[in-house]
């Protein structure tokens, strides 16, 4: 079965802050993306990352960087100097061998950055 | 390009009554979806296309119907809404291998009473 889990419910952290969001996921195939989605408040689900399985490469772009471990089944994405254009709900995604019908998500993590 | 276009933005139902929500794409992508958003639960599928005139259910598709009869359009109806029903949904489109990313409409908040 595929899983992801997304531990941290809420994370507050004020402006200027590095903030880590945590992705475990669970699959037995070899070949597997995943993602990451961000929800700000206005509500729409906006594409930010794929990364495949056999792609262990940290990724920068900008203040955002993801650190992906085969070994601890991890996808974890970091926020360097948040701003509060940040505050959204970030979604961590799985997509197994077989099409993108089967891709899971995990239940987010509502990130708040104060001023 | 408008990408996924999703009407209406908002809807109030009554128990009972039976609504269409309409869900349009311009990208040609052959792979279409229906999600629901409960609060905490993050999104769950509950019907898909892959193409015009074939559709599948995802993982709640109780109380809901779709239909592709294009490749553009993926309308999603609800019949004799029911309070469960209540909640933020999400059409979305992609190519449809396993490495496309979804690409997704802005939702629509339903509010069944």
């Known amino acids: 079965a595929q899983k992801v889990t997304q531990a941290q419910t809420e994370i507050s952290v004020v402006e200027k802050e590095d903030v880590t969001l945590d992705c475990v996921y669970e699959?037995?195939?070899?070949?597997?993306?995943l993602f990451w989605y961000k929800q700000p408040p206005s509500g729409e689900l906006v594409f930010l990352i794929r990364?495949?399985?056999?792609?262990?490469q940290n990724e920068i772009s900008g203040r955002y960087s993801w650190n992906f471990q085969k070994s601890t089944s991890s996808f974890n994405f970091t926020i360097t100097a948040s701003q509060v254009v940040d505050s959204a709900v970030y979604f961590c995604?799985?997509?197994?061998?077989?099409?993108?019908?089967?891709?899971?998500f995990g239940k987010g993590t509502k990130l708040t950055v104060n001023p | 390009n408008a990408g996924v276009t999703q009407t209406p933005k908002f809807r109030i139902l009554k128990i009972g009554q039976s609504m269409t929500l309409q869900c349009t794409q311009d990208?040609?992508?052959?792979?279409m979806y229906w999600y629901r958003q409960d609060p905490g639960m993050g999104l769950k599928l509950i019907y898909y296309?892959?193409?015009?005139?074939?559709?599948d259910k995802g993982e709640v598709p109780n109380g809901y119907n779709v239909s592709r009869s294009t490749t553009e359009d993926f309308p999603l109806r609800l019949e004799l809404a029911a309070p469960s029903q209540t909640s933020v949904y999400f059409c979305?489109?992609?190519?449809?291998?396993?490495?496309?990313?979804?690409?997704f409409g802005n939702g629509t908040r339903l509010t069944v009473t």
């Open positions: 990364r495949n399985s056999f792609d262990e």
């Open positions: 699959t037995r195939d070899t070949t597997y993306y």
């Open positions: 995604a799985l997509s197994p061998q077989g099409g993108s019908e089967k891709l899971v």
């Open positions: 979305a489109s992609s190519p449809g291998r396993t490495n496309s990313p979804l690409h």
């Open positions: 990208m040609n992508h052959n792979y």
């Open positions: 296309s892959v193409g015009a005139g074939i559709t």
